[in-house]
């Protein structure tokens, strides 16, 4: 979209990865969801943005995008917290196999 660079979205999504350094495909494709829901939501913030004008407020396109952004927001935190449950699981299990 006009005003993305998809440079900013690779950044995000390599951050992630770095931040969470996944283990496995599932793990990725989490991460990739993250990126994507955050990246998503953000936009639906601007296009909220616009929704105000000197001329008032577009009601019905600022509550499309307040319920694009709360779609997008709860992808992002079911990926996170789905991903954080996985590696608490695989650590648990790291730890019963070194015992």
Known sequence: MPGEDPADFEALR??????????NT????????????YW?????????NECFTSDGVDAKRL????RYYTTHERAFHKA???????????ARGDRKSVV
Do not use: V
């Open 14 to 23: 390599n951050a992630l990865f770095e931040e969470h350094e996944p283990a």
């Open 26 to 37: 599932t793990e990725e494709l989490l991460i990739n969801e993250m990126a994507q829901s």
């Open 40 to 48: 998503l939501s953000q936009r639906a913030l601007r296009l909220q």
């Open 63 to 66: 509550s499309l995008f307040l």
């Open 80 to 90: 996170l917290n789905t991903l954080l449950k996985l590696k608490k699981e695989r």
